[in-house]
Structure formats: structure tokens, C-alpha cells
């Protein structure tokens, strides 16, 4: 199986508030989770990514934690600004360079 | 440094028309990727080639869709006989060697 599922499908935040938006997958062979921003009419942009050897890995105010038992991995966002208001996807992918997405999640932060 | 390039960023084609899209990869990069992004949707892998190969078309539809990356050029995806479920965002991709990709504009497609 090589889905990555995503979850919420949307998400609204206060302005200054934590957004979390959260994958699993099922292939245990992913070894590489990137975190992709994306604003309307425009490519996606890496934002994140982590292996599985560790468990977070943090830039900034975006931080990724990596829960590779239960196959499990998250996007948190710190002190969200309305900027920050895009769709966001992570993906997985195991050597053979193609990433499989999730759904996507459609954020917005609000004053 | 230029990102990935791709053109048209909007192309319009009637049925039974031809869709070619572009694609410049980054400077110095031999990897090459085709995603398709339906409306509401994620990205779905289509193609990945390097310089005069096709590495992994397993995501591609087996009539009327072809890519190729030349030695010298831009890397193309030509689809033939359009019909309207091929509108969508076409995006490529490209990468050095690890797997880092980074992804161009899109080309969005209608087909009337």
C-alpha cells in the first residue's frame, strides 16, 4: 500500500495559535516525509521534511514530529500568522523519487 | 539561481487537440518530474526522467500520454487528443540526487 492519508481536510486557527495538521501512512519502506506549502495558483514549496531515524525536527516556527511506530507523522505551526493561510501537503516517498501526497489541507488563520 | 520553469503557465485546448507542456528543470539538475493535481485534489506522480531516459512512467496513462527529456532542451510532456478530464494543473518537478524536489509554477490546462 503506498497511501499517505491527511487529516483535516481543513483547519481554521486563530491568529497566534498552534496548527497541527496530521499523516499517516502504511508502507513501511517511506523513508523521507516532506512537508509542502501551497498558495492558489501556485507550485507547492517545500517547507519541511524529516527521516524517520529521528523523531522532530523543527525550523522556525514549522516543526515536524515523526512517529515511525505508529506510522505517524505531524505538522505543527507555531504562532500562526495569516500568511501562513495556504494548503498543506505532506507526502512520502522511499527511494525511488516518487512522492506520494496526501489530500491536502486547506488552512486558514484568522485575525 | 532559476527555479524550475514551466510553460505555458495556461494553456487552453479544444477536444481531440494537442497539449505540449514545458518544463526547464533547476540549474544543475539531471532529475526530472511530472505531477497532475486535479481540482481539490493532491498531486499524482505521472513520470520521472533523467537526461534521455524514462526512469518511472508507472503513473502515467498508457494512450495518449508521452514525456521525454532531451539532451539538450527542456523536458516535455505532450498529451494527444485531449479530452476534458485531462484539465487539470500539470506540475514538474526536479531534483539533484537526493530526494529534494522542487516544483515549477504548473501549467493548468482547459479543455473545452
Known amino acids: 500500500q503506498q497511501q499517505v492519508k491527511q487529516s483535516p481536510q481543513s483547519l481554521i486557527v486563530q491568529k497566534g495559535g498552534i496548527s497541527i495538521i496530521n499523516c499517516a501512512y502504511e508502507n513501511t519502506a517511506f523513508d523521507y516525509f516532506p512537508w509542502y506549502q501551497q498558495f492558489p495558483g501556485k507550485g507547492p514549496a517545500l517547507l519541511i521534511a524529516?527521516?524517520?531515524?529521528?523523531s522532530e525536527k523543527k525550523e522556525g516556527r514549522f516543526t515536524i514530529s515523526f512517529n515511525k511506530s505508529a506510522k505517524q507523522f505531524s505538522l505543527h505551526i507555531m504562532d500562526s500568522q495569516p500568511g501562513d493561510s495556504a494548503t498543506y501537503f505532506c507526502a512520502a516517498d522511499f527511494g525511488n523519487e516518487k512522492l506520494t501526497f496526501g489530500t491536502g489541507t486547506r488552512l486558514t488563520i484568522i485575525p | 539561481n532559476a527555479g524550475v520553469m514551466q510553460n505555458p503557465r495556461h494553456l487552453v485546448r479544444r477536444r481531440g487537440q494537442e497539449a505540449r507542456l514545458r518544463c526547464s528543470p533547476m540549474k544543475g539538475h539531471s532529475h526530472v518530474y511530472w505531477y497532475r493535481q486535479l481540482p481539490e485534489e493532491g498531486l499524482k506522480f505521472m513520470v520521472y526522467l533523467q537526461k534521455e531516459n524514462i526512469i518511472d512512467e508507472s503513473g502515467m496513462p498508457k494512450e495518449r500520454f508521452s514525456a521525454e527529456f532531451p539532451k539538450e532542451g527542456p523536458s516535455i510532456l505532450r498529451i494527444q487528443q485531449v479530452v476534458r478530464g485531462d484539465s487539470a494543473a500539470y506540475f514538474c518537478?526536479?531534483?539533484?540526487?537526493?530526494?529534494?524536489?522542487?516544483f515549477g509554477p504548473g501549467t493548468r490546462l482547459t479543455v473545452l
Open positions: 524529516i527521516r524517520p531515524d529521528v
Open positions: 518537478a526536479s531534483s539533484l540526487q537526493s530526494n529534494t524536489q522542487y
